[in-house]
């Protein structure tokens, strides 16, 4: 996933053809040691194709994948039911407190 981040990244910034050097300098910039075997794998599977597209049409099959129900965690758990509705638990709300700027921005404000 790392090499198509950096591909993206390259299409992102304007390039709209990386090159295995711009691919594997987007790695570097990102502390991330390069494969010279996987950089040639992408540029060879991407080469040709409009990026962007191929992301469109890539989120619109992630759409239409089901999802599956995680089973419960532990055994003897059941999960919620309608009958039983989980409790939603509020999250305890933080005041405002002022704050003196000691005239930061000036006398004016």
């Known amino acids: 996933?790392?090499?198509?981040?950096a591909y993206a990244l390259c299409v992102l910034g304007g390039n709209a053809a990386?090159?295995?050097?711009?691919?594997?300098?987007?790695?570097?910039e990102a502390g991330i040691k390069s494969e010279a075997d996987h950089v040639e794998r992408v540029i060879t599977a991407l080469a040709g194709k409009?990026?962007?597209e191929l992301v469109k049409n890539?989120?619109?099959k992630l759409g239409a994948m089901g999802t599956a129900v995680a089973a419960p965690a532990a055994a003897g758990?059941?999960?919620?039911?309608?009958?039983a509705p989980?409790?939603?638990?509020?999250?305890?709300?933080e005041e405002e407190a002022d704050v003196d700027m000691g005239g930061l921005f000036g006398d004016d404000y």
């Open 86 to 93: 989980a409790k939603k638990e509020e999250a305890p709300k």
């Open 18 to 28: 990386p090159k295995a050097a711009d691919i594997e300098k987007v790695l570097k």
């Open 50 to 52: 409009p990026f962007h």
């Open 58 to 60: 890539g989120t619109a």
């Open 77 to 83: 758990k059941a999960a919620p039911t309608a009958a």
């Open 1 to 5: 996933m790392k090499y198509i981040a």
